[in-house]
Every structure is written in C-alpha cells, then in structure tokens.
C-alpha cells in the first residue's frame, strides 16, 4: 500500500490531480507498485483513471525508469552479481513476460550500454546468439553479462537457461566476445549461473 506520507505519494498527487490519483493508488493497493507502472494507458482506464491522465502517468512511469537507467546504468563498473542485478531491475521489474538483456561492457567491465536482445512470453524468451552478440560487436564491447528475468517470481534457473547459456558462452568464444555470467532475475530476489555453479565448462 502507499505510504500516505511517500514521496511517491505526493509526486503522484502533484502530476495527476486528486481524482485520478485515487485510482492510481487503488490500483497500486491491488496489484502492486511495480505491475501499474506497467501499464498502458488502456489499462489504467479501467481504474478509473481519465484517458488524458492515463497518458501523462505511463509517461511520467517511464521517466521514471530512464532516470534510474541513466543514474545507475551509465560506465558503472560491474564488479559482480549484486551490480548487474542493479543495473537490470529497471527495465526488467514490473514485466509480465521475460525480457533478455544484454549488458555491454568496455575492457574494464565499464557498462557501454544495455541492449534488449529477445521479449517472449510468461515463461520463456526465445534467444539467438547474432540477438545477443550483435549489439556488442557493433558497439565494440570488450565483453558482456546476460540477465532476463522469471515473471513467475522465482529466479530458480531452468534447463532452458542453463542451455542458453552454454550456446552464448561457445558463441562468444568464437566472436572473441566472452560472456562473463547470465543472472536470472525476479522480484523474489536473483541468481547468478556462474555464482551458483552451473556455468558451462
């Protein structure tokens, strides 16, 4: 539930108007902060939210997101797990399907950039080596880290992971490219492949 006395709160109340800003929050009460900042327009309708209203809060949702991309995405150095699980939660919280990204990084594991390589379904996300690959080559990436997340809310890796994994790590190894570590991530918490072992040899 939101805090009556939240940033969040009066951020909200300030942007939306007091009409519309109970149905946001109801929404929120329902299903969660991160789901409504999901939403589209459409779907913030049918809280009760005007139309003209719905547009300015899914705008003022993905401000939001680029804000805290650009502070915690932009050359910071990825030192392991808990870094990579930072950077990936913004675009990859809320989401009802799973979404593979692809973290570019320069010769010092300095972030370059973060490339959507694959969005599926609620339980998988068909991924191709040239999806994930591509963009590094193309930025001129020293290297890259892999995360996609589990809607489910279990980061448990599955066999599917576990395969991807070793198709991208052999596929890099080919390019020149190496896959430092795949990380599932989920709102329940994350899993590292290579921390917990199952990383290809």
């Not at 799973?98 to 320069?106: A, G, T």
């Not at 950039?113 to 991924?127: D, F, H, I, Q």
């Amino acid at each position: 539930m939101v805090d009556a006395d939240s940033e969040l709160e009066t951020t909200l109340r300030r942007l939306l108007g007091r009409g519309a800003f109970d149905g946001v929050v109801k929404a929120m009460d329902e299903v969660g902060v991160a789901r409504v900042a999901r939403m589209d327009a459409e779907e913030l309708s049918e809280w009760g939210v005007e139309a003209g209203v719905a547009r300015r809060a899914v705008a003022a949702f993905e401000l939001g997101r680029a804000v805290e991309r650009a502070g915690d995405a932009e050359r910071e150095v990825v030192r392991g797990a808990p870094d990579v699980a930072r950077i990936v939660a913004p675009e990859l919280r809320g989401m009802r399907v799973e979404v593979f990204l692809v973290l570019l990084l320069d010769a010092r594991n300095g972030v370059l950039g973060v490339a959507e390589a694959a969005r599926g379904t609620l339980t998988a996300a068909p991924v191709h080596p040239r999806e994930v690959l591509g963009p590094a080559v193309r930025r001129g990436a020293a290297a890259v880290v892999v995360a996609h997340n589990h809607p489910s809310g279990d980061p448990t890796p599955s066999a599917a992971d576990r395969a991807v994994t070793e198709r991208l790590v052999k596929a890099g190894e080919v390019l020149g490219v190496p896959v430092l570590d795949h990380l599932v991530w989920a709102e329940g918490g994350w899993v590292s492949l290579r921390a917990a072992g199952d990383w290809p040899v």
